[in-house]
């Protein structure tokens, strides 16, 4: 007998282990809620897996096929048990953690030895009959497999004369083997939405929240409020996300029949074609619809700042904008856009104690109803004139090319995923900052938002000289020279310097009178003109000039003005009869108040209708699965909207971390639903691909060579490697910069 060796390294490597133990129990003890949320997302994905893998395995079992190993998430192997003569043994990192090999006759041994043994290998109970299987989990959360007789790691068969040989049995059996896990996810999807809709879960209902400018929606007349009652033929148990699947996976050009009720009950049929747009996940068609939101303020990080910009806090209900009571997200959204003011008077009440209370929000005015402008018609004014623009955030944008100081920042840059671009800070010199009033862009002063863009878009990749007027701690102003550089972010067909824009309201400074399209004629008034009063009384801010305009309706006043100090005039205005006609600016609350979702219960009556509902958003999942990769092929689905293992278990967290556990099941029902269409896909070592194998087995007579079956395994996993990363790269640029 060979003596074995010693290992010096044995204790040391023993002892390190114990060490990463102590310190893994550790962090677990002091993040108990975070890790909580990770066990629930390695628990639900490994359900998933667990299904599809135990449909091959139950099969194979069935079909006298052995099974050398079963195994939840892919390896190295973390921790595997199989019964032996012995007893129940437990092997821990056996890759990892390896015993020292023997000389001579071990090798021999080595070779009989079912699976590698470890140093942290142990034996307990009594022996029993011995399992053929090895039952594994690995460390790696993504994925899983079973390991026939028969059947090679990479796929491909082996010929052996062993009749529990995977490879020995029928054409039939082995595809009944493979189809299995695909037949278990879709039955397992079914099942999950069955549970979920017999207890019951709160979903975004088909209701429009707000229609975009220009949009699609827009252009057919759809209005907040509106509810969808049937779209592409669809009308049982509809809910928001029906509407946004049926316009990204509609074709070109292709009209999407739509059934409307309005909020007074009134039904119209509609047939619309979805336009394709920017999102954070790239290229979508879209109806230009959001969903609704209910009147209660959501849950922030950050509770002391809400306090203190609005008043208001998470659990607060509005009730009221200026007095006037509101039952609906769209109405007081829509309140607030008509209040051209200083400011609103919001009445929530307060879900402690449910007093009732009073905040006074500022207001800002959005400069157009949308950001794609085409001519200066499409500009909000009043009475012709445009106030000049104020900034309210400057983002971050492209990196400058070839200036790249931190790792951070690299990563950004390369990583960069459709975010607006970063100014190019000169070292010594200023950068765009919240508040800082337009004064002149490349030359044109006192620019309108078109001007802004039609500069910006002229100049990418080249320096930009941005004038602004800027108020220090004290309320001084000072003008000051920023430089930028415009960058097209990743993918966008934007140039983009980093800045959101509203009107400066705050200064009665008219950037530029324009024509407002059929209206009477535009104001005389030079761009750079500040007003000095209406009709004799003094101003200092547009919500002087649109309070004094107000006054006079269906009455012809005078707007005096002035350009320097030698320069004056005045026009005259015929005001409308309401006062209103020819103010089309729309504010918003210049303190951002988050609302809560509105949400709908969603619940089956019984267990047939569950089951009903179930395979019915089964079904849904699956073709648009499908046709999300037809529409991938044919690239009006950009390959950016995929999501990886790393973007499941990104998502799964998040769910964990913020809603009811019945949001989790409902994320793995539609993972399941997923990972069923996935795996019969026609590529080689994909069960879809193994399935063509045998049909081309079947019609040749004899299964193709161990070589061919080798090099089509290879082919197809390098394609699924390549997809894997791809995959992998989108999901790490959503978590850095989503």
């Known amino acids: 007998m060979s003596k074995t060796k010693s290992s010096p390294g044995r204790s040391s490597r023993g002892f390190l282990w114990l060490v990463v133990f102590a310190l893994a129990v550790f962090l677990i003890v002091k993040n108990i809620g975070v890790w909580t949320n990770v066990l629930k997302v390695l628990f639900g994905f490994g359900s998933v897996i667990l299904i599809h893998e135990f449909g091959h395995f139950l099969v194979a079992k069935l079909s006298g096929i052995k099974v050398e190993a079963f195994s939840i998430f892919m390896p190295p192997t973390l921790l595997g048990v199989q019964r032996t003569e012995k007893g129940l043994r437990f092997r821990v990192l056996p890759k990892l953690v390896a015993k020292d090999k023997e000389e001579g006759a071990a090798k021999k041994e080595d070779e009989e030895k079912p699976a590698e043994e470890s140093l942290l290998s142990f034996t307990i109970g009594k022996g029993g009959k011995v399992w053929e299987t090895e039952y594994r989990i690995g460390l790696i959360p993504l994925g899983g497999f079973v390991k026939m007789l028969g059947q090679e790691d990479i796929g491909t068969m082996k010929s052996t004369d062993d009749p529990q040989s995977f490879a020995n049995k029928s054409v039939g059996t082995r595809a009944a083997v493979i189809s299995a896990g695909v037949i278990f996810n879709v039955i397992s999807a079914v099942i999950i939405f069955m549970i979920v809709f017999l207890v019951g879960i709160e979903l975004a209902p088909p209701v429009i929240g707000e229609v975009g400018p220009n949009s699609p929606a827009a252009h057919a007349g759809w209005v907040a409020g509106d509810e969808v009652i049937e779209i592409a033929g669809e009308s049982k148990y509809l809910d928001f996300s029906h509407i946004g699947m049926a316009a990204a996976l509609s074709d070109v050009n292709e009209a999407v029949p739509v059934k409307i009720r309005h909020e007074n009950g009134k039904e119209e049929e509609y047939w619309v074609v979805a336009e394709e747009s920017e999102t954070p996940m790239g290229k979508m068609r879209l109806f230009g619809v959001t969903q609704a939101y209910n009147l209660t303020v959501a849950e922030v990080s950050d509770a002391n700042a809400l306090r203190e910009r609005t008043g208001l806090q998470s659990g607060d209900v509005i009730k009221a904008v200026d007095g006037e009571n509101v039952q609906t997200h769209w109405e007081f959204v829509g309140l607030v856009e008509n ?227 030698r320069k004056a005039g005045s026009v005259a205005l015929n005001v409308g009869g309401s006062g209103d006609e020819l103010i089309t600016v729309k504010s918003v609350l210049s303190g951002y108040v988050p609302f809560e979702d509105l949400e709908r219960l969603y619940r089956a009556g019984g267990p047939v209708e569950a089951v009903v509902m179930g395979g019915r958003k089964t079904v849904m999942f699956i073709t648009q699965t499908y046709v999300t990769l037809k529409r991938l092929v044919s690239r009006s689905v950009s390959p950016k909207n995929l999501m990886g293992p790393v973007g499941i278990l990104t998502v799964t967290y998040r769910i964990a971390k913020d809603r009811p556990t019945i949001y989790i099941i409902y994320f793995l029902g539609l993972i399941s639903a997923v990972i069923a269409v996935f795996n019969f896909l026609p590529i080689p070592p994909l069960d879809g691909g193994l399935i063509v194998l045998l049909v081309i087995e079947k019609i040749k007579g004899s299964a193709l060579s161990e070589r061919v079956q080798t090099a089509v395994a290879y082919v197809g996993w390098i394609a699924i490697g390549t997809l894997f990363l791809y995959v992998t790269f989108n999901d790490i640029c959503r978590s850095l910069f989503s």
């Open 339 to 565: 209040a051209v003011s200083r400011s609103v008077t919001l009445s929530a009440e307060r879900t402690e104690g449910g007093e009732l209370i009073e905040n006074q929000i500022g207001l800002d005015w959005l400069f157009a109803e949308g950001y794609e402008i085409k001519s200066d018609s499409e500009l909000y004014h009043i009475y012709s004139m445009v106030p000049r623009l104020r900034i309210t955030a400057a983002g971050e944008v492209a990196l400058p090319k070839g200036r790249v100081e931190r790792i951070k920042d690299w990563l950004k840059g390369i990583l960069s995923f459709g975010k607006a671009s970063r100014q190019e800070e000169v070292e010594s010199g200023p950068v765009l900052e919240g508040g800082d009033i337009i004064l002149a862009i490349g030359g044109v002063e006192n620019p309108t938002y078109r001007e802004v863009r039609e500069v910006t878009e002229a100049n990418e990749d080249k320096e930009l000289p941005i004038e602004v007027l800027r108020a220090d701690a004290n309320g001084v102003e000072e003008r000051l020279v920023v430089t930028v550089t415009p960058r097209r972010p990743q993918g966008s067909e934007r140039v983009l310097i980093g800045i959101a824009v509203v009107l400066d309201a705050k200064h009665p400074v008219v950037a530029k009178t324009i024509d407002t399209g059929g209206g009477p004629t535009r104001l005389g008034i030079p761009g750079g003109a500040t007003i000095t009063a209406v009709d004799g009384a003094a101003v200092s801010s547009f919500y002087d000039v649109v309070d004094e305009i107000r006054k006079y309706k269906d009455e012809r006043i005078t707007i005096d003005y002035r350009v320097d100090e």
